[in-house]
């Protein structure tokens, strides 16, 4: 490739960042609340809620994304289109315009979120387990409330704890975006593949995978950023 | 007014009966000493009167306030969560290990109850903070935290957390056994002076000496039962118990 087909390719290239970065961002956004609650849940005494977490957790490491993302998407044609589909939900179905960019966007946010939410649940749950039964005790002796107990003296250590493994799945998101591209949602790698074919070159992946390399390096540094600024306590 | 009184308490873990029949009272200003051997039942006996265990029968009161009577079948009934809560603000914890909150600074450690419990405003939850936190010698540490501190140094300031909700009755589980001789004086010192203040406390303790010079009454338990009762002479003296006077020979061989 010319440089000049470099530039006009990386130029086009960039507007591919935004709606990667779009997906990488809402995952986020929703998956951690998810995940947290989530992670209550698993560990609430009752019983049955317990073991239905544990099975939603399962179900969401046990399968891979790909196939969620596609299972997720296609959900709503393929059932509004199935005999056995009750007729109340196959009228919501209907009303669905599975055309739109904004369908896309939210079937694939979706089958992210909760993949997602379910790694977060399980890294919230050691968090939270991690932390010595004395300072419950210690919160309990003091008078706090349970609320006040779990909001101002455990969730602010199991942040500290938890951010080691939760930089290492949301480092893992970044290049995870790329899986979007399974059902035609148009992030870095959807471009760079088309690319590809069109030039029949590799100049096109190479620059997606310097997108991917400087979105997780700059991820990198924040969090060292973070795990330093938490260092002032043990 | 008794500010502590146990009649008939008992506690089982299981099939493992840890509290049998406990009963004594603990009146306005004394300072109370229970020693005895490991796994006696000491620290199970102060979680339950501080609600971290649920008693299995039994009667428990403090400040005159019924916190949990024995109902049917001699089962425990406790009193509703307010009364439960308007007794923990009566008494004072201080653990074996501290257990201070670790992101916090010394100040806020001390000041997060007042705040958050009492609705203290900051500024006098800070005041006072400070007044306590100068009386342990610690004033130069407000704004450390705890892991930049000795254990001697985190005791203390767990001792000020404590005495920042003002309780009618503190109570110490084994609050040097984590500390070497030196820092075991320390805090040692500290309760010493808290006692000559008229603070009613109740120290579970395996400082034999200390036992002996401050307390006005020392509870020897072993096997979940209370042995002998009475005032350090009695015990330290000439007990009525063989076992006792066996258990104490050791420390008076020292």
Request: hydrophobic share 45%; charged share 20%.
């Amino acid at each position: 490739m010319s440089s000049e087909q470099i530039q006009t390719l990386a130029k086009l290239m960039l507007e591919f960042i935004p709606p990667t970065m779009k997906l990488f961002g809402f995952t986020l956004l929703y998956s951690i609340p998810l995940g947290m609650v989530a992670a209550l849940l698993k560990m609430c005494r009752f019983k049955p809620v317990s073991w239905l977490t544990n099975l939603y957790i399962l179900i969401m490491r046990g399968t891979p994304l790909l196939l969620q993302i596609i299972v997720v998407y296609y959900s709503v044609p393929i059932l509004r289109m199935s005999s056995g589909c009750p007729k109340w939900l196959s009228s919501v179905l209907t009303g669905v315009d599975i055309q739109s960019d904004s369908y896309m966007f939210r079937m694939v946010l979706a089958a992210f979120v909760l993949n997602y939410a379910a790694y977060f649940a399980e890294i919230f749950r050691g968090g939270i387990e991690s932390i010595p039964k004395g300072q419950y005790e210690a919160a309990g002796a003091l008078g706090f409330s349970r609320m006040q107990t779990f909001f101002r003296i455990i969730l602010p250590q199991v942040f500290k704890r938890v951010i080691p493994a939760s930089s290492n799945e949301i480092i893992i998101l970044v290049k995870d975006t790329s899986l979007a591209y399974a059902v035609g949602y148009m992030e870095i790698m959807y471009i760079a593949k088309k690319q590809m074919s069109f030039y029949s070159s590799l100049v096109p992946l190479f620059l997606a995978g310097i997108f991917y390399f400087a979105a997780a390096a700059v991820l990198t540094l924040i969090f060292g950023y973070i795990e330093k600024k938490l260092d002032y306590y043990k | 007014m008794a500010m502590l009184e146990v009649k008939g308490l008992s506690k089982s873990f299981g099939e493992l009966k840890v509290l049998n029949d406990i009963s004594f009272s603990v009146e306005k200003g004394e300072v109370v000493a229970v020693i005895g051997p490991s796994g006696s039942g000491k620290s199970t006996l102060l979680r339950c009167i501080n609600q971290l265990e649920r008693a299995g029968g039994g009667e428990i009161d403090v400040c005159g306030v019924n916190m949990v009577k024995s109902g049917e079948k001699g089962r425990a009934v406790y009193a509703d969560s307010r009364t439960l809560r308007e007794i923990r603000l009566k008494t004072g914890l201080v653990f074996q290990n501290f257990n201070l909150f670790p992101h916090m600074t010394v100040l806020r450690n001390v000041t997060e109850a007042p705040v958050c419990v009492l609705k203290k405003s900051k500024a006098d939850a800070q005041a006072r903070a400070m007044e306590l936190l100068k009386k342990m010698g610690l004033e130069a540490k407000a704004k450390s935290y705890p892991c930049e501190l000795s254990g001697g140094q985190q005791q203390r300031v767990s001792i000020a957390r404590a005495l920042a909700l003002d309780p009618d009755i503190l109570f110490f589980d084994e609050p040097t056994s984590a500390l070497d001789p030196e820092l075991t004086g320390e805090i040692l010192k500290v309760i010493r002076e808290l006692a000559a203040e008229g603070m009613t406390m109740v120290i579970v303790t395996h400082e034999m000496a200390f036992a002996r010079d401050v307390a006005d009454k020392v509870v020897f338990m072993e096997g979940g039962y209370i042995v002998e009762m009475g005032t350090p002479q009695q015990l330290f003296g000439d007990s009525a118990s063989e076992r006792v006077r066996q258990f104490l020979a050791r420390f008076s061989d020292q």
